[in-house]
C-alpha cells in the first residue's frame, strides 16, 4: 500500500510539474527563461510521510507550486509551517533543517544530492544556510485552493526557542 501511494504521489509531482497552474497570487519565472532538463535529480530523500501527501490531495486534486531557493552564507528562514508537505532537494550548498520533535530541538544538515521532506500542517520549522550559502528546490503539495506556500510563525517551537 505504502509503495502504491508513493507512487500516485510521485506522478502527481511529475504530472504538476510539467503542466501545473501556479495560484495567481505568485509570481511565475517564465518558462523561457528557465533551461530544460533536469533542475535536480536523483536527490536522496528518506522517511517520507505519505500521510501528508494524503491528506493534501482531495477529490479535486492538489495545487502546486515549485519553487527556487537561494539563500546566502549562514542565512535563515523565519520560523514557519506549510499548508501541505513539501519536497526539498538540495542542489549547491548546504542547508541544516531545524524543528522539534519529542521535546529536543533536531537539527540536521543536508548536501547536494540529498533532500528532505517537510510534513507541513503545522509542522514549525526553519532551515540556515551552510557556509557558502544554498540553493535548493521546494516542490509544495498543497489541499486545492491553498491561497499560500508559507505560514510564518512569530515564535521558536518550545525546545528550539
Not at 4 to 26: K, T
Not at 41 to 57: G, K, Q, T
Not at 129 to 151: K, N, Q, R, S
Amino acid at each position: 500500500m505504502r509503495r502504491w501511494a508513493l507512487a500516485v504521489v510521485v506522478a502527481a509531482v511529475a504530472l504538476a510539474a510539467a503542466g501545473a497552474a501556479i495560484a495567481n497570487h505568485v509570481t511565475q519565472v517564465d518558462p523561457a527563461t528557465v533551461p530544460t532538463g533536469f533542475l535536480a535529480a536523483h536527490n536522496a530523500i528518506d522517511e517520507i510521510p505519505v500521510s501528508a501527501f494524503v491528506r493534501a490531495v482531495t477529490p479535486d486534486g492538489a495545487d502546486v507550486f515549485i519553487q527556487h531557493v537561494r539563500l546566502g552564507a549562514n542565512m535563515p528562514t523565519g520560523w514557519h509551517t506549510h499548508p501541505g508537505p513539501a519536497l526539498v532537494e538540495v542542489v549547491k550548498g548546504s542547508v541544516t533543517y531545524e524543528d522539534a520533535k519529542a521535546n529536543t530541538c533536531r537539527r540536521r544538515t543536508y548536501n547536494p544530492g540529498e533532500g528532505f521532506v517537510d510534513r507541513g500542517f503545522g509542522h514549525v520549522h526553519r532551515v540556515i544556510a551552510g557556509p557558502d550559502g544554498v540553493d535548493f528546490y521546494v516542490v509544495y503539495i498543497l489541499p486545492p485552493g491553498t491561497e499560500t506556500h508559507v505560514i510564518p510563525v512569530t515564535a521558536a517551537p518550545e525546545p528550539c526557542a
